[in-house]
């Protein structure tokens, strides 16, 4: 277990491209190390659905697109303050995810220290594999070609947001549950070191 001073929070914000494996070790830092889950596609699914449009990923990743322009990338700081303002006592978090640089800077300006961001990837034909054998079991991506998808504006610059990052994972030399290991145990010694991580005010 992670040994927190002065109440202090960090938050693992992931980036990456469509199947990298993000979802999926965001869930096991959830099931093995008690982080708390904070998902932007959960969140504009219900945006979508509560404004009569689909929930298909192509009316998804304009409904972001429209965010972004509107709120210039701070949605989604907007999403992960309210998350962690409804859960003080939480002290890990993971952000699943961001997409464009400018949302990274959003997040760096408002949580500073806390943020630790992680790039998810994997090769194409991995990805693209995923991508269609989740497919039926994702009613996002029914009916939907995975190079459609990669060809989006957003979708090609959340794939290359490796280099900002503090940690690189390939889910293809990793499975989930060592990739989750592998970030906590870097949490574990960002916290450990004590870097002034933000108070949630």
């Not at 304009?62 to 309210?82: M, R, T």
Request: some cysteine; glycine content about 6%; overall charge negative.
């Amino acid at each position: 277990m992670i040994k927190y001073k002065n109440n202090k929070i960090i938050i693992v914000v992931f980036s990456g491209g469509i199947a990298s494996g993000k979802t999926t070790v965001s869930k096991e830092l959830v099931n093995n190390f008690l982080y708390k889950r904070i998902s932007t596609g959960t969140y504009l699914s219900k945006k979508s659905a509560d404004n009569g449009r689909d929930v298909d990923r192509e009316t998804l990743q304009n409904i972001g697109e429209e965010l972004d322009i509107e709120s210039g990338g701070s949605w989604v700081v907007d999403l992960a303050k309210e998350e962690i303002h409804q859960d003080r006592d939480r002290k890990v978090w993971v952000f699943d995810s961001i997409r464009r640089d400018f949302q990274l800077k959003k997040f760096l300006d408002e949580f500073q220290s806390s943020i630790f961001h992680v790039h998810i990837e994997a090769p194409r034909g991995i990805s693209e594999s995923r991508f269609y054998i989740r497919a039926p079991e994702d009613g996002r991506d029914v009916n939907v070609n995975f190079d459609v998808i990669k060809s989006n504006e957003t979708e090609i610059h959340a794939g290359n947001l490796g280099p900002s990052a503090d940690l690189v994972l390939n889910t293809a030399k990793f499975s989930p549950s060592e990739c989750a290991k592998i970030i906590n145990d870097n949490v574990e010694k960002k916290m450990g070191e004590g870097d002034e991580a933000n108070n949630i005010d």
